[in-house]
Nanobody, 120 residues
Framework: QVHLVESGGGLVQAGGSLRLSCVAS????????MGWYRQAPGKQRELVAT???????NSADSVKGRFTITRDNAKNTVYLQMNSLKPEDTAVYYC??????????????WGQGTQVTVSS
């Protein structure tokens, strides 16, 4: 079974930093694209940042220059370094692994989420 476990969320003041981690198990991590998404109360889940298996990254305009996604294939882990946090970054952050192109998995997987709260 594929499992994703996020950690690193918490309460931080505006301007502060947090680093989220997501450890994957049950899947050959290095073969798949990874991503971070977030969902604020009353809003739809939105993309924060993604990194392909080849190392290409993409991020939302709202976080460009502040958030950085990285991955360590040896540790089956994807990270989200969040700097200069703003109150509007408050949300539950979810890790995603995209295995939809795999004929074996044919779907993506989500972690349980980790709460990030930024106080003003």
């Amino acid at each position: 079974q594929v499992h994703l476990v996020e950690s690193g969320g918490g309460l931080v003041q505006a301007g502060g930093s947090l680093r989220l981690s997501c450890v994957a198990s049950g899947i050959i991590f290095r073969l798949y694209d990874m991503g971070w998404y977030r969902q604020a109360p009353g809003k739809q889940r939105e993309l924060v940042a993604t990194m392909t298996s080849g190392g290409n990254t993409n991020s939302a305009d709202s976080v460009k220059g502040r958030f950085t996604i990285t991955r360590d294939n040896a540790k089956n882990t994807v990270y989200l370094q969040m700097n200069s946090l703003k109150p509007e970054d408050t949300a539950v952050y979810y890790c995603n692994i995209d295995a939809r192109r795999s004929p074996y998995y044919a779907r993506d997987y989500w972690g349980q989420g980790t709460q990030v709260t930024v106080s003003s």
